[in-house]
Structure formats: structure tokens, C-alpha cells
């Protein structure tokens, strides 16, 4: 079965998350692009989300995330758009000009990614087989 798991869930928690930068500036080009797109990913990595897939275009970020269900989505949106834009003001101040230190607008699109009916047979088949094990273990 697919997923992750913590102490005692399985997870699978995926999310396509698109935002965009304040005004719509169109300022993802060249190596700006490539850097921001370093800066995201570690983020993600310090948060224990996977980024499955990920693109930035000049104008917008595509993002195919799994959060673990212990990190809400708007929390982790706060930490990515907030600290992504602080490292890129220290990489690029340049940017800082015309936007003062807002790199991000305020909102953005997410929708989860469904999975399919036979991962869900598959959990219940196991999780079946797993109780009748403990239960004859217990006997």
C-alpha cells in the first residue's frame, strides 16, 4: 500500500498548491527561477513535506505536495510563502524594490489529489489481516 506513515497512521495526503507573486509581477526568469525553486524545496525538506512535483512559470508556482495530516495546508503555506520570500530578499535585494518585502500575494489555490478505491480495499484488507493476527497471538 501506498503512503507514509507516523507512529501509528498511514498517510497519503496530497495536495496541488499554485500561488503567485504580489501584482503578478512576472519575475521568475533565469537563475532567479532556478534559486527560488532550491529555496522551496528545502523548505519542504525541513518540514517533512515531499514535493512530488514542482514548477515555476514566470508568473505563478505549481506545487504536488504530500503534508503529513500533523501539519495543517495553511500553516505550511504561511511557513513556505514567509520564510521562501525572506531567503529570497537575502538573495536577490534587488527584488525588495517597487514590492517593499512582499514577495507573495496574500492567497492561493489548493486541491487535494484523491486516491484511488483500491488503495483504500487495499488498507482495509490489511488492517483486517493485522487483527486477526493480533487476535489469535492474544488467545
Known amino acids: 500500500m501506498g503512503g507514509s506513515s507516523l507512529a501509528h497512521t498511514r498517510w497519503d495526503c496530497s495536495y496541488h498548491i499554485i500561488f503567485i507573486p504580489k501584482f503578478r509581477r512576472k519575475v521568475f526568469f533565469k537563475e532567479i527561477r532556478k534559486e527560488v525553486g532550491e529555496i522551496l524545496r528545502t523548505l519542504c525538506e ?24 500533523k501539519l495543517s495546508v495553511s500553516e505550511f503555506m504561511g511557513y513556505l510563502k514567509g520564510k521562501s520570500a525572506l531567503m529570497v530578499f537575502d538573495c536577490f535585494p534587488q527584488m525588495k524594490q517597487g514590492g517593499g518585502r512582499h514577495l507573495w500575494a496574500r492567497g492561493y489555490y489548493v486541491s487535494t489529489v484523491g486516491i484511488h478505491k483500491d488503495v483504500i480495499r487495499e488498507y482495509i484488507q490489511k488492517q483486517e489481516e493485522a487483527d486477526i493476527i493480533e487476535d489469535k497471538a492474544s488467545k
Open 46 to 69: 525541513y518540514k517533512n513535506v515531499e514535493l512530488v512535483k514542482g514548477s515555476i512559470s514566470v508568473d505563478h508556482v505549481h506545487m504536488y505536495v504530500k503534508i503529513p495530516p
